[in-house]
């Protein structure tokens, strides 16, 4: 699943010259952000989000705010959610370790910080804890192109069945969130029940019911639902893509 | 002379991968300056104030010109004949913002670096206007003429065909999309004194543009030299002067040094040319056996304040399908965005998408095949210029095509074709773009050496031209191709004309032919080796002649236009949207084929730009700031390879000697057109749904789900509230300019 990921994110030659940490960090995508000529909640504190009513087509559906409904841009990081990695940073405090979940931060009232890295803190190494369901891992990557695009929808998924039953599971979402998104409520779902598309698809619908729109991106609602059902299902059925 | 040339590797391949190959912006002048362009941060307005002296104490900042102190530049007569600017209104003449992202100052410093750091501290207030950027919102009026030629027509009486079997009517859309070359636009403007001006910048067009210079900066022409041995594409974008290159001139003559301006992929999003969004609207009658009664066709396009761009679409109305009843016209409206201008096959382009996407429509609802359709109603005249066309092969193109793909094993029905779980469809469309023709000159010189020199001011746009040129030389003299050194893109060599139209190798061809015959005369030998020989024992320095191809002599005999035809293989996975193109065909007509590789090139170039149309590309501006919310190559997204299938291009037809004496028409445009239509065709056929505005993006592709307009998701009282609260729309000073 975390190669997947990897190996579609960006293009061979960034990936060529590019660093896990770096990847980590990198800040969210959005036109408004990257373009100094636009106010932004996030390069400049107050000034307002023009994304809000612009162009929002590739923005957040869960867990943005009225400051800033940006999304965080990697592949790599979706994966890493899903497999419960950790981040270790070291700092002048010393060292600790960040479960990944917690390394990125929501916007809410403070977007210009994307992450709980605190001054002067390094990564300097990211913990993967076995799991031996994740070579059923499936990263699904919906874009506008075949390659070097960010993705509109992404999915990092893995199923882990006894017989017909889901005995445990992992849900990522990329393209949606200022976060790479667990869907934790999903997951809790489908733990015990029987691997079927009903089954399925309700989960994408937890996965998605707190999810506000914009203008633009409404269609993303959908599409991750049909994403996260098509990604579930691959895995069930022993892991592709 | 019906020869055809066979496959010749680029003349300028190996100059151009091994780095030798020097582009405008590469040229080493000693004492060079760097100026960085300042732009509107606003749609809409006019400019309070302008702070520049912060900038003017920044380290090695050399001078800041803005509105309050522009650079002397005339007003030219802006035509194409004696000179052409994309846009009208030269660059800091006063203080209006006419769109986002315009010029309103230019920053000049010893280092680049320097030049744009202190256009970050220029400070700019601006008077605000709401900024029109919205299509749907526009005021449309008839449009002007398209460099001479009227839009609208009428024969017959459309209005009055109330028998047909079968009618249909359907409006298409395109998106604003970009020329966006690799190269991007730059200059380097050189004074000599105050009275002669060598510029270093891609022009398509170096002849006009050393008469546009020239009129700008009050000089006779030959006090201007343009220097443009390579271009790393323009598509039309780079055959006029910008606002930017007379900038840069006039800064360089008033400083007496030498200035470089390079735009960003930022300010190419709006100070480069783009292609208007279109809508049009095409209306079809036709008989039980598919004969066409009538064809509708009318197009709305915008354009920016400053200049008058229609986007021609109707021209391909009167050429593809004959109908005794035919109407077009078009509208046009001003908005608040960037010059719109020529970009690959203008007009030809997204006409062909919604004329040929409304073909298949109709075929459907005939229930037939739309390859039959299109053969029962081409017609073999110029409908508009009554003028039959000369050597037209699209039966050709069709029936090759059909056949070497395979058409007649297509299953009849949509949604009929399943390939690993996803929905397979075939479409084909068809493809033309008139051959158009310049008047060229070209010099050959015989050497001792056993070497033929040929020079023109004509220049290769990364098309081909150099190899050409040498062709049509080598065997014209009856010498192999490395015998021969091609010069090009200097004013100072003789007029070779444009590289726009898809004209060059029409222009130029002849010329070259026609100086290599002249100059085998004056040695008096029948091919260059006899006279390489007799120009050793004269003890001359060289044999040499000139010559200028002359406009076609059937021009008012005959319409000349090329044709051609693509057929393609989708696959679309409806559930999420996700469409790839698996295989294509692409047949041509385009009279005398000069370089089998370097046309196939240009075709599959125009197919791939083609895709990008159709399935990714769109500038899509901010609807309250007006301003492109792409600004690179990332964001402005175009095919990677990963999108594009193995292209299979074949070539039919004849030499077109009527057009020209090389019998050649040209072939830079013709590949691009009808490509999106083409693929909308085969989405149709795979899924059964209709797609009638481009790009065919995920939302679009997505069964059982339809993409709601923004109007659509928010009622209008909680966008008010939305916009009333957001402080992104009062611009302050302070964050006054982008770079």
Known sequence: MLARAILSGASQQIRNVATVGGNILQRTRCPYYYDTAFPCNKREPDSGCPALTGINRTHALLGASDQCVAVHPSDMCVALAALDAVVEVTGPKGKRQIPFGDFHRLPGNTPERDTNLEPEELITAILLPLLPFAKSGVYLKLRDRASYAFALISVAAAVDLAEEQIKDVRLAIGGVAHKPWRSQEAEQFLIGKAANAATFEEAAKIALQSAKPLAHNRFKVELAKRAIKRSLMLSAAGGVV | ?739
């Not at chain 2, 744009?116 to 029109?132: F, G, I």
């Not at chain 2, 062909?352 to 390859?371: C, G, N, Q, R, Y």
């Not at chain 2, 095509?401 to 299953?411: I, L, N, Q, T, Y």
């Open chain 2, 1 to 739: 002379m019906s020869k055809v040339m066979g496959a010749v590797n680029r003349k300028d391949g190996r100059a151009k991968v091994t780095g030798n190959a020097t582009y405008a912006a590469e040229h080493q002048i000693p004492g060079l300056l760097h100026g960085y362009l300042v732009t509107a941060s606003i749609g809409s307005g006019q400019i309070k104030s302008i702070d520049t002296s912060q900038a003017e104490k920044a380290k090695g900042v050399v001078a800041v010109f803005t509105h309050k102190n522009p650079p002397k530049i005339f007003k030219p007569s802006n035509n194409f004949i004696s000179s052409k600017i994309y846009e009208a209104r030269l660059p800091l003449s006063d203080a209006q913002v006419h769109y986002g992202g315009q010029i309103i100052g230019l920053v000049v410093a010893d280092t680049f670096e320097q030049a744009k750091h202190a256009a970050h501290l220029v400070k700019v207030e601006y008077e605000t206007q709401s900024p029109l950027t919205e299509f749907q919102k526009a005021t449309f009026k008839e449009a002007p003429p398209f460099m001479g030629e009227e839009l609208k027509f009428e024969k017959g009486n459309v209005a009055t065909v109330n028998n047909a079997a079968v009618k249909i009517e359907a409006t298409y859309t395109t998106t604003t999309e970009l020329n966006a070359p690799m190269e991007p636009h730059a200059i380097i403007a050189q004074w000599q004194g105050a009275d002669a001006l060598t510029i270093y910048e891609p022009t398509q067009w170096v002849m006009g543009s050393q008469r546009t210079y020239a009129e700008l900066f009050g000089l006779p022409a030959e006090r201007v030299r343009i220097i443009t041995p390579y271009l790393g594409g323009g598509f039309g974008s780079k055959a006029m002067p910008w606002p930017h290159g007379i900038l840069c001139a006039a800064v360089a003559r008033h400083l007496q040094r030498p200035v470089k301006v390079v735009l960003s992929r930022r300010q190419m999003t709006v100070n480069a040319g783009h292609r208007s969004e279109t809508e049009q609207t095409i209306g079809l009658a036709a008989a039980a056996d598919g004969k066409l009664m009538a064809i509708a066709h009318d197009v709305k396009s915008s354009t920016s304040p400053v200049d008058t761009f229609t986007e021609p679409c109707t021209r391909v109305t009167p050429v593809m399908y004959s109908a005794p009843n035919l109407r077009y016209a078009q509208e046009l409206a001003i908005m608040n965005v960037g010059t719109p201008t020529f970009m690959r096959a203008p007009g030809e382009n997204p006409g062909m998408w919604a004329l040929e996407s409304a073909m298949d429509e109709l075929a459907w609802s005939l229930k037939l095949d739309p390859v039959e359709l299109r053969l029962r109603n081409q017609t073999q005249e110029h409908q508009h210029q009554n003028l039959p066309f000369s050597a037209k092969h699209f039966t050709d193109c069709l029936k090759v095509g059909a056949e070497r793909f395979g058409w007649k094993d297509r299953s009849r029905q949509v949604r009929s074709l399943l390939r690993d779980g996803q929905l397979v469809g075939w479409g084909m469309a068809g493809a033309t773009f008139p051959a158009l023709q310049g008047v060229a000159t070209v010099k050959v010189r015989l050497l001792p050496d056993s070497t033929v020199h040929v020079l023109t001011a004509g220049n290769d746009m990364g098309t081909g031209a150099y190899t050409m040129v040498a062709g049509v030389a080598a065997e014209t003299l009856g010498v192999s191709v490395e015998k021969v050194r091609v010069e090009m893109g200097d004013s100072q060599l003789p007029d070779g004309g444009m590289a726009g139209g898809s004209m060059m190798t029409a222009s130029l061809a002849p010329a070259v032919i026609k100086a290599c015959q002249d100059v085998l005369k004056s040695a008096d030998c029948n091919d260059a080796t006899d006279a390489w020989a007799a120009l050793r024992q004269s003890g001359r320095a060289a044999f040499e002649a000139t010559a200028t191809s002359a406009p076609p002599e059937g021009e008012k005999k005959w319409a000349f236009q090329s044709w051609g035809a693509h057929f393609c293989e989708v696959t679309v996975d409806e559930e999420i949207g996700r469409l790839q193109i698996t295989r294509w065909l692409s047949v041509m007509d385009i009279g005398r084929v000069m370089n089998a590789k370097t046309a196939a090139s240009q075709v599959r170039g125009g197919v791939i730009m083609g895709i990008g149309q159709a399935l990714m590309e769109e500038c899509l501006l901010d609807p309250n700031i007006g301003y492109p919310v792409v600004y690179d190559l990332a964001t402005y997204h175009f095919p990677s390879h990963a999108d594009i299938p193995r292209i299979d291009v074949v070539f039919v037809g004849e030499p077109d000697l009527n057009f020209n004496l090389a019998g050649a028409r040209g072939v830079g445009e013709i590949g691009i057109t009808g490509v999106s239509a083409v693929i909308a065709n085969a989405v149709y056929h795979a899924t059964g749904k209709r797609i009638r505005s481009l790009p065919l993006t995920p939302e679009k592709l997505m069964a059982d789900f339809r993409a709601l307009t923004a109007d659509e998701t928010r009622d209008a009282q909680e966008m008010k509230e939305l916009i009333a609260s957001n402080k992104s729309h009062e611009r302050v000073a302070g964050h006054s300019q982008n770079v």
